[in-house]
């Protein structure tokens, strides 16, 4: 398949009749590799939000199964993003969050910014190191799915367009985001996942290549150093010779989506009612939350 075959076909569609069909294509053969840490940048920045990071920090999840915690968001988001929110796989995905999501008390403005992040994070990472940016009408079709998910899921009040929920979760972070313990303890928990990935040698090196990618206002909120300007200019410089090497090769011509392969938590594979919480967990936020109602 030719590297622009596929940006073709996705620019004869309309970006909201036919947003599904647009984000399986992006997210699972245009930049699959970029929407995975892309949308691991989107987890990190809900972290920056005291509101968020207390709550899972309460929860224990990210001290206590980090990987599973990650591997799980992941999968589920994939699946609908892969079949679309309607169909089977979908539906029963969303179903999973929000039963998770019902065991705690979690205001509709945090739902919603963590709406925005999975929507903007992808059209940030791809324009700063992809192998070309998003166009406006696949930016509008992201847009048109996270909007519909989010319905599916029960935020209230999201914002009508892609400019006013980007304008809408800028604000939010400047009233909303600030430094506490809880940040860094989830923040640091998460990083040290990412870093369990490489060798034990190159723990410290992906430490610190790991607090290039984040700016400022998030390290200021994780309490978090900045790292060396060499560093930083090595990340972001080798990120974006990988964008502009791409463009060099043919396309994906089979879906790369993460459901297709091993995942650590699920090396031989899940059933998505499997994934989230075990029982134990749930059962126990099920019941704290029953009991603190009136």
């Known amino acids: 398949m030719g590297r622009y075959d596929l940006s073709r ?96 008390d979690i ?4 739902f919603l910014y963590v709406l925005s992040t999975f929507h903007l994070e992808p059209i940030r990472w791809i324009g ?15 847009y048109f799915f996270w909007r519909e998910v989010g319905r599916r899921m029960n935020i209230r009040d999201i914002p009508p367009s892609h400019e006013t929920f980007e304008q809408w979760s800028l604000e939010h ?14 923040a640091t928990a998460t990083r040290e996942l990412f870093v369990s990935w490489a060798p034990r040698p190159l723990h410290g090196v992906v430490r610190t290549a790991i607090h290039s990618l984040l700016d400022d ?26 964008g502009r090497l791409l463009r060099l090769f043919p396309g994906h011509n089979s879906k790369q989506f993460i459901t297709t392969k091993p995942q650590r938590s699920w090396p031989k594979g899940y059933a998505i009612s499997d994934l989230g919480p075990p029982p134990l967990i749930a059962n126990q936020a099920e019941s704290t939350r029953s009991t603190s109602t009136p």
């Open 9 to 104: 076909e996705i620019a004869a569609l309309d970006p909201e009749r036919d947003h599904l069909r647009i984000m399986h294509l992006l997210a699972g053969y245009e930049f699959p590799w970029d929407y995975i840490r892309a949308l691991e940048m989107a987890l990190y920045r809900t972290f920056c939000a005291p509101t968020t990071s207390e709550l899972l920090a309460k929860t224990g999840e990210f001290h206590e199964r980090p990987q599973r915690r990650y591997d799980d968001t992941a999968i589920l988001m994939a699946e609908i993003i892969e079949w679309g929110y309607d169909s089977g796989r979908g539906k029963e995905s969303l179903r999973r969050i929000n039963r998770f999501h019902r065991m705690y």
């Open 107 to 110: 205001a509709n403005v945090d």
């Open 128 to 142: 700063r190191y992809g192998w070309r940016s998003l166009t406006p009408n696949e930016v509008k079709a992201s």
């Open 173 to 186: 972070e400047r009233t909303s985001f600030a430094y506490c313990d809880a940040n860094q303890r989830i």
């Open 217 to 242: 206002t998030m390290r200021t909120c994780f309490g978090f150093p900045a790292a060396p300007k060499a560093m930083t200019m090595f990340v972001t410089g080798a990120l974006k010779t990988r």
